[in-house]
């Protein structure tokens, strides 16, 4: 098996605020493989963005990111420096928010945009230097007729605007949204990323235009092989776009998994509250009271599973320090879930209810997170940590590793 792309684990991301430590992202861990679309799906607040935003350390000073490892094509993106961090930004990896007018300039062309970007990140041999773009931008005025406005115009014409020539003269506002966000995708592409994060890309735009833009960047991720990182509300949206998908609500990963799986074989009950509120979830905030009780404050986040007040299938183990559960016979993909139900000890009924947790359950458990918080205390390293110290990615064992050694299945 060829390494992921990019392999996050162990991510937590807290904010010091004036009520106390909020904890925006909690004890995360996933792998993007290349070319593939991956989905993060959850409610407002449940730390989608800072997830994105802490990959590409672009939080500022108020947030600590800590990891075990966050690796894009080896490279340990907490212990690069910010200089190097500025050109894989919009360069291997980009991103697209939701708003395009905060990625796009108002007072410059469209096409001088994207080609400055090219300028700088793809290789078409210009010089990129102070004089030079002073040059480019007083004395020539506009760099039209260069090879990278070229493949700006390019570019434009590949996420499909009409007269792509004339569209690179124009300025931001004499776009539509939707035009205007494929704009932002031009940009992304002219840096030739290997990945693009995609942050609710399509929210601002009418639902016409949505399924157009996410289709685009479908494509493109087919076409050029580039993995993308999508975050949505939308359960609709991943279904329609993602090869796996991680669910997340109150900082953490619920269940993470294939989208069939996810969707087929839902093994967490907020999975499960969100599948069953799809058909309305056109409109965001109708699908919010679908499941009734409000998220948990994240600020001095009790351990626990931080669901068990809104689950109609809590029951004693939950407010023990939630695990991972590899979910067996998964059709496609490794399927993780974190519910206690998934103890092997625990008897569910049908309904999916517990029936009963036996003594060997708890010393299960017990054992579970006895070796969790041993593997935290030896691989868990901060950010402002030697980088040798986690050249090798420290001495916590990988997921599979875990598996083998009988931490899901085994012997609790
Ligand atoms: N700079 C910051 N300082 C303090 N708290 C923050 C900061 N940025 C985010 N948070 C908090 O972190 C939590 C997660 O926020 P985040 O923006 O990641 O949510 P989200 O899932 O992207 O939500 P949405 O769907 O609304 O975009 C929220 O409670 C938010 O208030
Ligand atoms: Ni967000």
Same mark, same amino acid.
């Given at each position: 098996?060829?390494?992921?792309?990019?392999?996050?684990?162990?991510?937590?991301?807290?904010?010091?605020?004036?009520?106390?430590?909020?904890?925006?992202?909690?004890?995360?861990?996933?792998?993007?493989?290349?070319?593939?679309?991956?989905?993060?799906?959850?409610?407002?607040?449940?730390?989608?963005?800072?997830?994105?935003?802490?990959?590409?350390?672009?939080?500022?000073?108020?947030?600590?990111? $800590?990891?075990?490892?966050?690796?894009?094509?080896?490279?340990?993106?907490? =212990?690069?420096?910010?200089?190097?961090?500025?050109?894989?930004? %919009?360069?291997?990896? =980009?991103?697209?928010?939701?708003?395009?007018?905060?990625?796009?300039?108002?007072?410059?062309?469209?096409?001088?945009?994207?080609?400055?970007?090219?300028?700088?990140?793809?290789?078409?041999?210009?010089?990129?230097?102070?004089?030079?773009?002073?040059?480019?931008?007083?004395?020539?005025?506009?760099?039209?007729?260069?090879?990278?406005?070229?493949?700006?115009?390019?570019?434009?014409?590949?996420?499909?605007?009409?007269?792509?020539?004339?569209?690179?003269?124009?300025?931001?506002?004499?776009?539509?949204?939707?035009?205007?966000?494929?704009?932002?995708?031009?940009?992304?592409?002219?840096?030739?990323?290997?990945?693009?994060?995609?942050?609710?890309?399509?929210?601002?735009?009418?639902?016409?235009? $949505?399924?157009? !833009?996410?289709?685009? !960047?479908?494509?493109?991720?087919?076409?050029?092989?580039?993995?993308?990182?999508?975050?949505?509300?939308?359960?609709?949206?991943?279904?329609?776009?993602?090869?796996?998908?991680?669910?997340?609500?109150?900082?953490?990963?619920?269940?993470?998994?294939?989208?069939?799986?996810?969707?087929?074989?839902?093994?967490?009950?907020?999975?499960?509250?969100?599948?069953?509120?799809?058909?309305?979830?056109?409109?965001?905030?109708?699908?919010?009271?679908?499941?009734?009780?409000?998220?948990?404050?994240?600020?001095?986040?009790?351990? %626990?599973?931080?669901?068990?007040?809104?689950?109609?299938?809590?029951?004693?183990?939950?407010?023990?320090?939630?695990?991972?559960?590899?979910?067996?016979?998964?059709?496609?993909?490794?399927?993780?879930?974190?519910?206690?139900?998934?103890?092997?000890?625990?008897?569910?009924?049908?309904?999916?209810?517990?029936?009963?947790?036996?003594?060997?359950?708890?010393?299960?458990?017990?054992?579970?997170?006895?070796?969790? =918080?041993?593997?935290?205390?030896?691989?868990?390293?901060?950010?402002?940590?030697?980088?040798?110290?986690?050249?090798?990615? %420290?001495?916590?064992? =990988?997921?599979?590793?875990?598996?083998?050694?009988?931490?899901?299945?085994?012997?609790?």
């Amino acid at each position: 098996m060829t390494d992921p792309l990019l392999d996050v684990r162990g991510l937590t991301t807290s904010f010091e605020t004036g009520q106390g430590r909020l904890t925006a992202v909690d004890d995360i861990t996933f792998q993007i493989e290349e070319g593939e679309v991956f989905g993060v799906v959850g409610e407002s607040g449940s730390g989608k963005s800072v997830t994105a935003l802490s990959v590409m350390r672009l939080l500022d000073d108020a947030g600590t990111v $800590e990891a075990d490892e966050v690796r894009f094509k080896g490279t340990d993106l907490l =212990s690069v420096s910010e200089s190097e961090m500025r050109s894989i930004r %919009g360069g291997e990896i =980009s991103m697209i928010f939701q708003d395009p007018m905060t990625s796009l300039n108002p007072v410059m062309t469209i096409g001088e945009q994207i080609a400055e970007v090219v300028r700088h990140h793809g290789d078409v041999g210009e010089r990129t230097g102070f004089w030079s773009e002073m040059r480019r931008k007083y004395v020539t005025g506009t760099s039209e007729g260069s090879r990278s406005w070229q493949r700006a115009v390019e570019l434009l014409e590949t996420v499909g605007i009409p007269e792509p020539e004339k569209r690179a003269t124009e300025y931001p506002h004499q776009l539509s949204g939707g035009m205007r966000q494929r704009v932002v995708i031009a940009q992304a592409l002219a840096g030739d990323p290997s990945l693009i994060i995609a942050d609710e890309p399509t929210t601002a735009l009418d639902v016409s235009i $949505e399924a157009q !833009i996410l289709n685009e !960047i479908l494509e493109l991720s087919e076409e050029f092989g580039i993995s993308v990182l999508l975050i949505t509300h939308d359960l609709g949206v991943v279904r329609e776009t993602c090869d796996r998908v991680a669910v997340m609500y109150a900082s953490e990963f619920m269940e993470t998994g294939h989208v069939n799986d996810i969707f087929e074989d839902p093994h967490h009950p907020y999975t499960e509250g969100l599948l069953a509120s799809i058909p309305r979830i056109a409109d965001e905030r109708e699908w919010l009271s679908v499941i009734e009780g409000t998220v948990p404050d994240l600020i001095d986040k009790p351990s %626990g599973c931080p669901f068990r007040d809104r689950c109609d299938y809590a029951f004693e183990l939950c407010d023990r320090p939630l695990v991972e559960y590899e979910i067996e016979g998964s059709a496609l993909e490794t399927h993780t879930v974190r519910c206690h139900r998934e103890n092997e000890h625990v008897e569910v009924d049908d309904s999916g209810h517990v029936e009963s947790v036996p003594d060997e359950a708890v010393a299960a458990l017990e054992r579970r997170i006895e070796a969790e =918080s041993a593997r935290d205390a030896d691989g868990g390293v901060s950010p402002t940590a030697d980088a040798s110290a986690r050249a090798d990615g %420290g001495s916590r064992p =990988s997921p599979a590793a875990d598996a083998e050694n009988g931490g899901d299945h085994g012997e609790y």
